[in-house]
Protein backbone atom coordinates (compact mmCIF):
# COMPACT_ATOMS: atom_id res chain seq x y z
CA UNK A 1 0.00 0.00 0.00
CA UNK A 2 1.53 3.17 -0.77
CA UNK A 3 1.39 6.00 1.84
CA UNK A 4 0.13 9.13 1.12
CA UNK A 5 3.55 10.71 0.73
CA UNK A 6 4.08 9.21 -2.94
CA UNK A 7 0.57 10.59 -3.77
CA UNK A 8 1.03 13.73 -2.32
CA UNK A 9 4.48 14.38 -3.92
CA UNK A 10 2.20 14.11 -6.93
CA UNK A 11 1.10 17.12 -6.62
CA UNK A 12 2.43 20.48 -7.50
CA UNK A 13 1.82 23.62 -4.83
CA UNK A 14 1.95 26.63 -7.09
CA UNK A 15 0.02 24.61 -9.81
CA UNK A 16 -2.96 23.65 -7.06
CA UNK A 17 -3.58 27.38 -5.68
CA UNK A 18 -3.28 28.69 -9.66
CA UNK A 19 -5.96 25.91 -9.93
CA UNK A 20 -7.96 27.20 -7.17
CA UNK A 21 -7.84 31.32 -7.83
CA UNK A 22 -8.83 30.68 -11.26
CA UNK A 23 -12.25 28.74 -10.13
CA UNK A 24 -14.97 30.50 -11.81
CA UNK A 25 -18.54 31.59 -10.79
CA UNK A 26 -19.68 28.78 -12.67
CA UNK A 27 -17.53 26.06 -11.26
CA UNK A 28 -18.89 27.17 -8.04
CA UNK A 29 -22.38 26.80 -9.23
CA UNK A 30 -21.89 23.56 -10.67
CA UNK A 31 -20.47 21.89 -7.40
CA UNK A 32 -23.04 23.85 -5.43
CA UNK A 33 -25.68 21.72 -7.21
CA UNK A 34 -23.90 18.36 -7.39
CA UNK A 35 -25.27 15.73 -5.04
CA UNK A 36 -22.16 14.64 -4.71
CA UNK A 37 -18.81 16.72 -4.25
CA UNK A 38 -15.49 16.56 -5.60
CA UNK A 39 -12.09 17.52 -4.57
CA UNK A 40 -12.77 19.79 -7.81
CA UNK A 41 -15.67 21.40 -6.49
CA UNK A 42 -14.25 21.81 -3.16
CA UNK A 43 -11.04 23.87 -4.80
CA UNK A 44 -14.30 25.91 -6.19
CA UNK A 45 -16.10 26.20 -3.18
CA UNK A 46 -12.77 27.59 -1.40
CA UNK A 47 -11.92 29.70 -3.94
CA UNK A 48 -12.32 33.57 -4.15
CA UNK A 49 -15.16 32.72 -7.05
CA UNK A 50 -17.07 31.94 -4.18
CA UNK A 51 -17.42 34.71 -1.77
CA UNK A 52 -20.92 35.92 -3.24
CA UNK A 53 -22.18 32.11 -2.45
CA UNK A 54 -21.20 32.32 1.43
CA UNK A 55 -24.62 32.67 2.66
CA UNK A 56 -25.83 30.15 -0.27
CA UNK A 57 -23.17 27.85 1.09
CA UNK A 58 -24.11 28.88 5.09
CA UNK A 59 -27.02 27.63 4.77
CA UNK A 60 -26.46 24.63 3.00
CA UNK A 61 -24.08 23.63 5.28
CA UNK A 62 -26.48 24.03 8.47
CA UNK A 63 -29.21 21.89 6.97
CA UNK A 64 -26.34 19.35 5.93
CA UNK A 65 -25.12 19.26 9.36
CA UNK A 66 -28.35 19.06 11.16
CA UNK A 67 -29.78 16.35 9.17
CA UNK A 68 -26.78 14.18 9.70
CA UNK A 69 -26.21 15.37 13.13
CA UNK A 70 -29.35 16.59 14.83
CA UNK A 71 -29.42 19.83 16.99
CA UNK A 72 -25.89 18.24 18.93
CA UNK A 73 -22.63 19.72 19.93
CA UNK A 74 -20.20 17.55 21.40
CA UNK A 75 -18.11 18.83 24.68
CA UNK A 76 -14.16 18.23 24.84
CA UNK A 77 -11.78 19.49 26.98
CA UNK A 78 -7.94 19.61 26.24
CA UNK A 79 -5.64 18.64 29.31
CA UNK A 80 -2.17 19.83 28.84
CA UNK A 81 0.43 17.72 30.68
CA UNK A 82 3.53 18.71 29.74
CA UNK A 83 5.17 22.05 28.05
CA UNK A 84 8.31 20.85 27.62
CA UNK A 85 9.81 20.01 24.15
CA UNK A 86 13.05 19.38 21.84
CA UNK A 87 11.34 21.13 18.91
CA UNK A 88 12.16 24.52 17.32
CA UNK A 89 9.11 25.98 16.61
CA UNK A 90 8.54 29.34 15.17
CA UNK A 91 5.10 30.05 16.05
CA UNK A 92 4.61 28.08 19.38
CA UNK A 93 5.02 29.35 23.23
CA UNK A 94 6.34 25.47 24.08
CA UNK A 95 9.19 25.44 21.02
CA UNK A 96 12.88 24.60 22.57
CA UNK A 97 14.35 28.05 22.14
CA UNK A 98 12.07 29.57 24.45
CA UNK A 99 13.49 30.24 27.81
CA UNK A 100 10.36 29.30 29.81
CA UNK A 101 9.67 27.31 33.04
CA UNK A 102 9.14 23.80 31.75
CA UNK A 103 6.44 21.72 33.90
CA UNK A 104 5.32 17.93 33.63
CA UNK A 105 2.38 16.81 35.36
CA UNK A 106 2.71 13.96 38.13
CA UNK A 107 0.54 11.66 38.19
CA UNK A 108 -1.28 13.54 41.26
CA UNK A 109 -1.24 16.26 39.43
CA UNK A 110 -3.05 15.17 36.18
CA UNK A 111 -5.62 13.30 38.99
CA UNK A 112 -6.40 17.39 40.09
CA UNK A 113 -7.14 18.48 36.50
CA UNK A 114 -9.20 15.45 35.72
CA UNK A 115 -11.36 16.19 38.82
CA UNK A 116 -11.77 19.70 37.69
CA UNK A 117 -13.14 18.77 34.24
CA UNK A 118 -15.39 16.39 35.85
CA UNK A 119 -16.82 18.44 37.85
CA UNK A 120 -17.43 20.89 34.81
CA UNK A 121 -19.01 18.11 32.90
CA UNK A 122 -16.18 17.25 30.44
CA UNK A 123 -16.58 13.70 29.49
CA UNK A 124 -14.40 13.79 26.65
CA UNK A 125 -10.79 14.58 27.00
CA UNK A 126 -7.68 15.44 24.51
CA UNK A 127 -4.29 15.33 26.36
CA UNK A 128 -1.83 17.57 24.87
CA UNK A 129 1.99 17.89 25.60
CA UNK A 130 5.13 19.38 23.73
CA UNK A 131 7.59 17.00 21.76
CA UNK A 132 10.09 15.72 24.09
CA UNK A 133 10.56 12.13 23.75
CA UNK A 134 12.32 11.21 27.02
CA UNK A 135 10.02 13.11 29.31
CA UNK A 136 6.91 12.66 27.93
CA UNK A 137 7.26 9.23 25.49
CA UNK A 138 5.21 6.77 24.78
CA UNK A 139 5.53 5.39 28.50
CA UNK A 140 4.48 8.82 30.05
CA UNK A 141 1.70 8.90 27.76
CA UNK A 142 0.61 5.72 28.03
CA UNK A 143 0.44 6.15 32.04
CA UNK A 144 -1.41 8.83 31.55
CA UNK A 145 -4.34 7.52 29.40
CA UNK A 146 -4.36 4.61 32.26
CA UNK A 147 -4.38 6.95 34.63
CA UNK A 148 -7.84 9.24 32.72
CA UNK A 149 -9.30 5.97 31.48
CA UNK A 150 -11.48 5.15 34.59
CA UNK A 151 -12.54 8.93 34.49
CA UNK A 152 -13.63 9.45 30.89
CA UNK A 153 -15.38 7.36 28.51
CA UNK A 154 -13.40 9.27 25.06
CA UNK A 155 -9.61 9.70 25.11
CA UNK A 156 -7.95 11.65 22.27
CA UNK A 157 -4.43 12.73 22.02
CA UNK A 158 -1.86 15.61 20.74
CA UNK A 159 1.42 14.97 20.73
CA UNK A 160 4.07 13.76 18.83
CA UNK A 161 4.33 11.92 15.91
CA UNK A 162 4.90 7.85 17.45
CA UNK A 163 5.34 4.79 15.46
CA UNK A 164 2.37 1.87 14.69
CA UNK A 165 3.17 -0.54 17.21
CA UNK A 166 3.49 2.53 19.83
CA UNK A 167 -0.41 3.64 18.49
CA UNK A 168 -1.19 0.47 18.80
CA UNK A 169 -0.42 -0.04 22.62
CA UNK A 170 -1.86 3.04 23.61
CA UNK A 171 -5.23 2.29 21.44
CA UNK A 172 -4.54 -1.21 23.60
CA UNK A 173 -4.80 0.79 26.82
CA UNK A 174 -8.01 3.12 25.60
CA UNK A 175 -6.86 5.75 23.32
CA UNK A 176 -9.67 6.81 21.38
CA UNK A 177 -8.35 9.29 18.51
CA UNK A 178 -5.54 11.16 17.86
CA UNK A 179 -4.91 14.38 16.60
CA UNK A 180 -1.47 15.18 14.29
CA UNK A 181 -1.94 18.60 12.51
CA UNK A 182 0.53 19.07 9.32
CA UNK A 183 0.43 22.96 10.29
CA UNK A 184 1.46 23.30 6.60
CA UNK A 185 1.73 21.00 3.91
CA UNK A 186 4.20 23.66 2.06
CA UNK A 187 7.82 21.38 2.31
CA UNK A 188 9.94 24.78 1.74
CA UNK A 189 7.83 26.95 4.36
CA UNK A 190 7.47 23.74 6.52
CA UNK A 191 11.50 23.44 7.05
CA UNK A 192 11.60 27.51 7.53
CA UNK A 193 8.86 26.87 10.96
CA UNK A 194 10.40 23.89 12.27
CA UNK A 195 14.21 24.49 11.60
CA UNK A 196 15.42 21.72 14.49
CA UNK A 197 14.16 18.61 16.48
CA UNK A 198 11.77 15.55 15.13
CA UNK A 199 9.41 17.63 13.93
CA UNK A 200 11.67 19.22 11.58
CA UNK A 201 11.00 15.99 9.68
CA UNK A 202 8.31 16.69 7.09
CA UNK A 203 7.89 13.36 5.76
CA UNK A 204 7.96 11.13 9.03
CA UNK A 205 4.87 13.50 9.95
CA UNK A 206 2.96 13.09 6.45
CA UNK A 207 3.41 9.67 7.34
CA UNK A 208 1.66 9.96 10.73
CA UNK A 209 -2.15 9.28 9.65
CA UNK A 210 -0.52 6.26 7.36
CA UNK A 211 0.66 4.95 10.61
CA UNK A 212 -2.23 5.89 12.33
CA UNK A 213 -4.63 4.15 10.34
CA UNK A 214 -2.46 0.55 10.04
CA UNK A 215 -2.57 0.62 14.19
CA UNK A 216 -6.44 1.03 14.08
CA UNK A 217 -6.99 3.97 15.79
CA UNK A 218 -10.89 5.02 15.90
CA UNK A 219 -10.24 8.52 15.09
CA UNK A 220 -7.89 10.55 12.77
CA UNK A 221 -8.16 14.55 13.24
CA UNK A 222 -6.62 16.48 10.96
CA UNK A 223 -5.76 20.27 10.12
CA UNK A 224 -3.38 22.88 9.06
CA UNK A 225 -2.39 25.77 11.02
CA UNK A 226 -3.43 28.85 9.25
CA UNK A 227 -1.17 31.99 8.74
CA UNK A 228 2.15 29.82 7.78
CA UNK A 229 0.87 29.30 4.16
CA UNK A 230 -1.97 30.53 1.98
CA UNK A 231 -5.09 28.95 3.80
CA UNK A 232 -6.75 27.88 0.29
CA UNK A 233 -3.53 25.74 -0.91
CA UNK A 234 -3.14 24.30 2.47
CA UNK A 235 -7.14 23.14 3.07
CA UNK A 236 -6.87 22.21 -0.33
CA UNK A 237 -4.34 19.54 0.61
CA UNK A 238 -5.81 18.40 3.99
CA UNK A 239 -9.26 17.63 2.00
CA UNK A 240 -6.58 15.70 -0.27
CA UNK A 241 -5.37 13.66 2.87
CA UNK A 242 -8.42 13.36 4.29
CA UNK A 243 -9.86 11.42 0.88
CA UNK A 244 -7.01 9.63 0.40
CA UNK A 245 -7.14 8.37 4.20
CA UNK A 246 -11.15 7.59 3.96
CA UNK A 247 -9.69 5.45 1.29
CA UNK A 248 -7.13 3.40 2.78
CA UNK A 249 -8.70 3.47 6.47
CA UNK A 250 -12.18 3.24 5.51
CA UNK A 251 -13.38 2.00 9.19
CA UNK A 252 -11.46 5.11 10.70
CA UNK A 253 -13.35 8.53 11.80
CA UNK A 254 -12.16 11.82 10.75
CA UNK A 255 -12.06 15.35 12.07
CA UNK A 256 -11.28 18.64 10.75
CA UNK A 257 -9.77 21.08 13.03
CA UNK A 258 -9.56 24.94 12.01
CA UNK A 259 -6.58 26.66 14.30
CA UNK A 260 -5.29 30.40 13.04
CA UNK A 261 -2.09 31.87 14.06
CA UNK A 262 -2.26 33.42 17.79
CA UNK A 263 -0.59 35.24 19.78
CA UNK A 264 1.96 33.52 21.92
CA UNK A 265 5.35 34.49 23.98
CA UNK A 266 7.93 34.05 21.26
CA UNK A 267 5.30 35.91 18.81
CA UNK A 268 5.06 35.39 15.11
CA UNK A 269 3.22 37.39 12.40
CA UNK A 270 0.59 35.27 10.35
CA UNK A 271 2.29 35.35 6.34
CA UNK A 272 -0.92 35.14 5.53
CA UNK A 273 -4.48 36.59 6.86
CA UNK A 274 -7.24 34.52 7.00
CA UNK A 275 -10.41 36.33 7.61
CA UNK A 276 -13.59 35.31 9.46
CA UNK A 277 -15.78 35.71 6.84
CA UNK A 278 -12.49 33.09 4.68
CA UNK A 279 -13.32 30.61 7.52
CA UNK A 280 -16.58 30.38 7.50
CA UNK A 281 -16.17 30.02 3.63
CA UNK A 282 -13.91 26.60 4.49
CA UNK A 283 -15.69 25.23 7.04
CA UNK A 284 -18.86 25.32 5.12
CA UNK A 285 -16.88 24.00 2.13
CA UNK A 286 -16.18 20.70 4.49
CA UNK A 287 -19.14 20.27 5.74
CA UNK A 288 -20.50 20.33 1.38
CA UNK A 289 -17.59 18.05 0.73
CA UNK A 290 -19.33 15.72 3.43
CA UNK A 291 -21.53 15.25 5.49
CA UNK A 292 -20.38 13.09 8.06
CA UNK A 293 -16.92 15.14 8.97
CA UNK A 294 -16.43 16.23 12.34
CA UNK A 295 -15.77 19.54 12.09
CA UNK A 296 -13.85 21.35 15.43
CA UNK A 297 -13.55 24.57 16.95
CA UNK A 298 -11.16 25.62 20.14
CA UNK A 299 -11.18 28.94 22.29
CA UNK A 300 -8.89 30.28 19.84
CA UNK A 301 -11.48 32.13 18.34
CA UNK A 302 -13.45 34.74 19.73
CA UNK A 303 -16.72 34.77 21.54
CA UNK A 304 -18.91 36.21 18.81
CA UNK A 305 -16.74 34.10 15.61
CA UNK A 306 -17.99 30.73 18.10
CA UNK A 307 -22.00 31.68 18.77
CA UNK A 308 -22.24 32.40 14.91
CA UNK A 309 -20.18 29.21 13.95
CA UNK A 310 -22.13 26.39 16.64
CA UNK A 311 -25.04 26.76 13.58
CA UNK A 312 -23.05 26.31 10.74
CA UNK A 313 -21.01 23.18 10.19
CA UNK A 314 -19.31 22.65 13.57
CA UNK A 315 -19.77 19.56 15.28
CA UNK A 316 -17.57 19.36 18.36
CA UNK A 317 -16.13 22.38 20.68
CA UNK A 318 -14.38 23.11 23.84
CA UNK A 319 -15.01 25.85 26.22
CA UNK A 320 -12.96 27.44 29.36
CA UNK A 321 -10.04 25.62 27.88
CA UNK A 322 -6.13 26.21 29.37
CA UNK A 323 -3.42 25.52 27.23
CA UNK A 324 -0.86 25.22 30.10
CA UNK A 325 0.30 22.21 31.88
CA UNK A 326 -1.41 22.29 34.84
CA UNK A 327 -3.85 25.75 33.96
CA UNK A 328 -7.19 24.55 35.34
CA UNK A 329 -5.94 24.12 39.61
CA UNK A 330 -2.39 23.28 39.71
CA UNK A 331 -0.32 26.07 38.53
CA UNK A 332 -2.66 27.85 36.67
CA UNK A 333 0.27 31.44 35.84
CA UNK A 334 2.19 28.60 34.07
CA UNK A 335 3.29 29.89 30.54
CA UNK A 336 0.06 29.23 27.69
CA UNK A 337 1.31 27.60 24.18
CA UNK A 338 -0.98 30.30 22.80
CA UNK A 339 -3.68 32.75 23.55
CA UNK A 340 -7.02 31.78 24.25
CA UNK A 341 -10.04 34.43 22.81
CA UNK A 342 -12.85 33.14 24.59
CA UNK A 343 -12.64 33.03 27.66
CA UNK A 344 -15.91 32.14 29.17
CA UNK A 345 -16.97 29.55 31.59
CA UNK A 346 -18.41 26.01 30.83
CA UNK A 347 -21.41 27.42 32.45
CA UNK A 348 -21.53 30.20 30.29
CA UNK A 349 -20.69 28.58 27.26
CA UNK A 350 -22.90 25.99 27.50
CA UNK A 351 -26.07 28.23 28.46
CA UNK A 352 -25.14 29.96 25.15
CA UNK A 353 -25.85 26.71 23.11
CA UNK A 354 -29.03 26.00 24.67
CA UNK A 355 -30.37 29.55 23.93
CA UNK A 356 -29.73 28.50 20.59
CA UNK A 357 -31.43 25.56 20.95
CA UNK A 358 -28.36 23.25 20.19
CA UNK A 359 -28.46 19.95 22.78
CA UNK A 360 -25.12 19.63 24.52
CA UNK A 361 -23.54 16.19 24.25
CA UNK A 362 -20.86 15.13 26.98
CA UNK A 363 -20.81 11.97 26.31
CA UNK A 364 -22.01 9.57 22.92
CA UNK A 365 -19.42 6.85 23.08
CA UNK A 366 -17.63 4.97 24.81
CA UNK A 367 -14.47 2.38 24.36
CA UNK A 368 -14.85 -0.83 26.11
CA UNK A 369 -12.23 -3.45 26.07
Known amino acids: ?34 NKRSLEDFKALISPAAKPFLEQMAQMSRQLTKKRFGNTIQMYAPLYLSNECQNICTYCGFSFTNKIPRRTLTDSEILKEVQFLKNKGFDHVLLVTGEANKT ?37 NGLFAVLVYQETYHKNEYKKHHPKGKKSNFEYRLDTPDRLGKAGIH ?14 ADSFFTALHLKYLQKQYWK ?20 VEMTDAD ?8 RLLDEDLELSMSTRESETFRDNIVQLGITSISSESKTNPGGYVVEPQSLEQFEISDERSTEAFTKMLKNQGLEVVWKDWQHFN
Open 252 to 271: TKYSISFPRLRPHSGGLEPK
Open 136 to 172: VGVDYLNNAIKLVKPHFSNISIEVQPLEQNEYELLIE
Open 219 to 232: KIGLGALFGLEDWR
Open 1 to 34: MAAFETYFNTCNWNDTLASINNKTKADVEVALAS
Open 279 to 286: LVQLICAY
